[in-house]
């Protein structure tokens, strides 16, 4: 009789509690979204004769190499703000012929790519003034509204449901760069004995300059943004990861620290690629309220948070109502904005075309 009684309470308990759930989980104050973005050069779209306002489109994140004049002009005219994504420390086409650039594990070699991301030794000095002076042009020559850093991390491949997360970089450089800046004496040795002995004794250290190390990339691309072009934005594309996530993986091995990075950055662009990387659509929704209460800060640098999500057919084909799931997912709790990796996908299949449209333009509206 009691257990009766007592499924009773709690059965009634659940169905009074669930439905407050929902509402307190939906419940988002009355937000503003600023960004209804698209990835990707909007070619594709234009092909198929749609105009990106019609489709509650407001603004365009293209590959700082794809950007032109006639692009930049089309989509000025259809109402576009115009983000340039920017790889920053990719070193494919650069590493192959600029050996000294390309990164070393803890065995002493050069690593081997990291599926298909080949990333390149941050503190080597003719890398970051080939790619501070590329920036330098990019702002020169067109009017963007911002720059979206790309690939900024350690070499590593997390857009996978197996990442590939190698420990690096023991060259030359930054051995006595992480030597000089923590004031620690590394014995003498072979690479790999140092390496080890580093990772030995000092693996706070090495993990948090790791950390700085890319901080500092972030905080070089805001002083030429100021510089240069003072009031646009600095975004940044990045892995999501939880802090825990792969035993902390995103900070221990891409070097990628929230709290040095928000000093830098005023849009953080979470990548949450839920296909590529083995999770299920709902997850967008999650990380999303992860990152925005991990992001809550009393200080007045809260970032904006316009997270990218997956549209492109890989591995899988990502139907129309998978999409509408992570394209919301990506708007929840802190974010104001959202963009899809990639135009092309979109073009390519009306129902997701008809999804953007819809969506889109009822956030204008709201
Ligand atoms: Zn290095």
């Not at 999501?240 to 005023?266: C, K, M, N, S």
Request: glycine share 6%; net charge negative.
């Amino acid at each position: 009789m009691m257990f009766k009684k007592w499924c009773f309470v709690l059965i009634y308990s659940l169905i009074a509690f669930i439905p407050l759930s929902i509402v307190s989980c939906n419940n988002e104050p009355d937000k503003e979204i600023e960004i209804r973005g698209i990835y990707g050069h909007p070619q594709p779209l234009w092909n198929k004769g749609y105009n990106l306002s019609d489709l509650g489109i407001n603004a365009i994140f293209v590959h700082s190499g794809s950007i032109d004049d006639k692009m930049m002009q089309q989509a000025r005219e259809e109402g576009m703000k115009i983000y340039a994504e920017f790889a920053t420390l990719n070193g494919k086409g650069y590493v192959e012929d600029n050996i000294e650039a390309w990164a070393v594990n803890e065995k002493g070699e050069h690593v081997e790519a990291a599926s298909w991301f080949m990333g390149v030794c941050p503190t080597e000095p003719g890398f970051r003034q080939y790619r501070y002076e590329q920036l330098r042009n990019l702002l020169t020559e067109y009017d963007i509204d911002g720059v979206w850093m790309d690939y900024v991390h350690w070499h590593a491949q997390f857009e996978e449901p197996e990442p590939i997360l190698p420990e690096t970089c023991f060259c030359e450089n930054c051995l006595s760069a992480f030597s000089a800046d923590k004031d620690i004496k590394v014995p003498v040795g072979s690479t790999s004995q140092k390496a080890e002995w580093i990772m030995n004794n000092h693996d706070v250290d090495w993990r948090n300059w790791r950390c700085e190390i890319i901080a500092g990339w972030a905080a070089d691309m805001r002083k030429i943004v100021d510089e240069v072009k003072p009031g646009i934005l600095l975004g940044i594309y990045h892995c999501p990861w939880t802090d825990d996530e792969f035993d902390g993986a995103r900070r221990r091995i891409l070097g990628l620290d929230y709290d040095l990075l928000t000093e830098h950055v005023d849009v953080f662009s979470p990548m949450v690629y839920h296909a590529r990387m083995g999770r299920n659509p709902e997850w967008v929704d999650e990380n999303i309220r992860w990152f925005s209460s991990r992001m809550e800060s009393d200080k007045d640098n809260t970032p904006k948070i316009w997270p990218i999500v997956q549209a492109y057919d890989n591995p899988y084909q990502i139907s129309a109502s998978e999409f509408e799931t992570v394209l919301l997912g990506g708007l929840s709790a802190n974010a104001t904005g959202v963009m899809m990796f990639t135009t092309r996908a979109i073009a390519e299949n009306e129902e997701k075309v008809a999804v953007v449209k819809k969506n889109y333009n009822n956030l204008s509206t709201q």
